[in-house]
């Protein structure tokens, strides 16, 4: 009897000792295959001339909220491939690690339910439509290892109300906000040096922007379209306005250029009907075609001495100006320059009538104006 309670107790000893293997070796094998799944369901490649992988896409994950490894095969992964996550519109969320140094061209393209992103501080560039169309991302933070941010980077994020930039970017991308339309403030870093084209262009929520003093060149279109702005800034380092830089900002009703300003481009302030006045620094030699056409609101304006020319339809149905001072340094008047400025009412010309009328002045520059007077030998008193 005894012989067999001690074969039963060896026998149960065993069993235990089998089933607490079984359920180590399940639960080990659940977390390796865990760690198994995450990267058998990416895609990746070895980066030629590396020892490195980038992701170049889903594979088959089904999971909404992707976490990216730092390694794949015992080699770190430092780059998301162009196109990687393109169109996932079923994506969340996702988690980069330190290693990933660079989001590829249109990385994120389309990721329409994305919410959230983490870059880490190891990510320098953020390419071309990166996250273009994330129309569900309503916040990113970029790191201070970011130095460019490329174009069409943020295109169509729709929900997305608030950008801080660090301070280690230097240029932002074509079109990088463009139609972000909750976009109500940005915050740029005194390292950026350029406003690219189209930069903001149709952030129609956008109501105030710091340009800092760094930045030379405003781009061609880089606020159009920015409907409620209401004033804005421009630092001393600005050159030249580019052409449409502020076109159809229909809320902005002040605007200050600095001295360094030498042109204005075309069509750079048109059809911002709440413009009441602008104050031109000496330096301006021109003012491009359509430069303030359709400035409804606008009042008055004087051209300093250094304006050698004014563009076709420069002031083209600027239906409140009532006077205008025009220097005897200008030789042009373009077509239509102020055709339509029907309450216009007094030109002062700082000239004598033989300049005036040695002005080369092209077809219906006068076209449907008020009934003025000319002020010739104008000296402003």
Do not use: H
């Amino acid at each position: 009897m005894k012989n067999k309670q001690k074969l039963l107790l060896i026998v149960l000893s065993l069993a235990f000792v089998c089933i607490t293997i079984l359920a180590f070796g399940a639960c080990n094998n659940t977390t390796q295959n865990k760690e198994q799944q995450i990267v058998e369901t990416l895609r990746f490649q070895k980066i030629e001339g590396k020892e490195e992988y980038r992701v170049m896409g889903i594979g088959t994950v089904s999971e909404l909220d992707i976490v990216i490894p730092s390694t794949y095969k015992g080699l770190p992964v430092t780059e998301i491939g162009n196109y990687a996550f393109d169109g996932c519109s079923g994506l969340t969320s996702v988690e980069l690690q330190n290693s990933v140094t660079s989001i590829g061209y249109s990385a994120f393209d389309g990721c329409s339910s994305l919410t959230s992103v983490e870059l880490p501080n190891s990510v320098t560039s953020i390419g071309d439509f990166a996250f273009d169309g994330c129309s569900s991302l309503t916040s990113v933070e970029l790191p201070n290892s970011v130095t460019s941010i490329g174009d069409w980077a943020f295109r169509i994020c729709s929900s997305l109300t608030s950008i801080e930039l660090p301070n280690s970017v230097i240029s932002i991308g074509r079109g990088a906000f463009s139609y972000c339309n909750s976009l109500t403030s940005v915050e740029l870093p005194n390292s950026v040096t350029s406003i690219g084209y189209s930069a903001f262009s149709g952030c129609s929520s956008l109501t105030s922007v710091e340009i800092p003093n760094s930045v030379t060149s405003i781009g061609a279109y880089a606020f159009e379209g920015c409907r409620s702005l209401t004033s804005v800034v421009i630092p001393n380092r600005v050159t030249s306005i580019g052409n449409g830089a502020f076109a159809y900002c229909s809320s902005l009703t002040s605007v200050e250029l600095p001295n360094s300003v030498t042109s204005i481009g075309d069509s750079a302030f048109s059809g911002c009907s709440s413009l009441t006045s602008v104050e031109l620094p000496n330096r301006v030699t021109s003012i491009g075609d359509s430069a303030f056409y359709g400035c409804s609101s606008l009042t008055s304006v004087e051209l300093p001495n250094s304006v050698t020319s004014i563009g076709d339809k420069a002031f083209y149905d600027c239906r409140s100006l009532t006077s205008v001072e025009i220097p005897n340094s200008v030789t042009s008047i373009g077509s239509r320059a102020f055709s339509g400025c029907s309450s216009l009412t007094s030109i002062k010309y700082r000239g004598t009538q033989e300049e005036w009328n040695k002005i080369s002045k092209y077809n219906s520059w006068n076209f449907n104006t008020g009934s003025y007077t000319i002020t010739y030998n104008y000296t402003g008193e």
